[in-house]
């Protein structure tokens, strides 16, 4: 039976954990967004005025969107646990009355709602800022939750791997950042040469800003029902990753 007690204080724990530093963990992430949008889109707009009959500083928002879903998602859960293991305050994790199921839930919760306010914040700015339009409510919704979901749990997963902030780091600048730039954020795959495209294509972060983009403008390279598999995909494989090494205690307990 779930202790539904100890796991909403340790779901609320992991809220308040972030929420209490919002100027570190919500406000760069507006900032720097508001940064991409006149930098990139109202420089590059001059150029390039329209993607798929989009103006190209609404097109590249939902790219904008998830990047700030995925960095706080994952920060959150792999900074949050890396610290509970250096501090050995993980110790005292294990000996309540919670299951290792109902821990790792709790942490992954935590990121995901990080990564679902930034999300949700950055989406409501574009359509304050530049008159941005919902295609898809629904869909924007589902496709958010997922992929804070998914990268929390990559962030949990790394976060139990990682035996210094170098190792979470790392993840992000070799990764993460890479992948997202490769994913489509400031332009249509169909734009590339076929090398190119071909490598997007396997790019898992590809599929999730593309899901977004049609949720949002109605318009993508490939099919929306293709992004969603993705996205559950991701969510379901990482999500059990980062469960099966919390409950085997893999470099936790030892």
């Known amino acids: 039976m779930i202790n539904w007690i100890g796991f909403r204080t340790l779901v609320l724990r992991e809220i308040t954990r972030f929420l209490s530093v919002y100027r570190q963990t919500v406000i760069p992430g507006l900032i720097s967004s508001g940064l991409y949008i006149?930098?990139?889109g109202l420089t590059l707009q001059r150029r390039i005025s329209s993607i798929d009959g989009v103006p190209y500083t609404i097109y590249i928002l939902p790219g904008l969107i998830m990047m700030n879903v995925i960095t706080n998602a994952y920060n959150n859960t792999?900074?949050?646990?890396?610290?509970?293991?250096?501090l050995?305050?993980?110790q005292d994790m294990l000996i309540t009355p919670l299951s290792n199921v109902e821990l790792a839930l709790a942490f992954i919760i935590g990121g995901a709602v990080r990564g679902f306010v930034n999300g949700i914040l950055v989406l409501l700015l574009g359509?304050?800022?530049?008159?941005?339009p919902l295609e898809n409510p629904f869909s924007v919704i589902l496709i958010i939750f997922l992929v804070s979901w998914a990268f929390s749990s990559?962030?949990?997963?790394?976060g139990i791997m990682a035996q210094t902030w170098d190792n979470i780091a790392s993840m992000v600048n070799f990764f993460i950042t890479p992948l997202i730039?490769?994913?489509g954020v400031?332009?249509?795959?169909?734009m590339l040469p076929d090398f190119w495209r071909t490598i997007s294509l396997v790019n898992p972060i590809y599929y999730v800003i593309n899901g977004l983009r049609q949720s949002v403008l109605g318009v993508g390279d490939?099919?929306?029902s293709t992004s969603l598999t993705a996205s559950i995909v991701m969510t379901l494989l990482f999500s059990s990753i980062g469960i099966f090494l919390f409950h085997k205690g893999y470099r936790i307990k030892s």
Not at 78 to 86: F, I, P, T, V, Y
Not at 127 to 132: D, P
């Open 78 to 86: 792999a900074s949050s646990m890396l610290q509970m293991k250096m």
């Open 186 to 190: 400031f332009y249509s795959i169909n």
């Open 154 to 158: 990559i962030g949990l997963v790394i």
């Open 181 to 183: 730039f490769l994913g």
């Open 38 to 40: 006149i930098i990139f």
């Open 127 to 132: 359509i304050f800022i530049v008159g941005m």
């Open 222 to 224: 490939t099919p929306f």
């Open 88 to 90: 050995q305050q993980i």
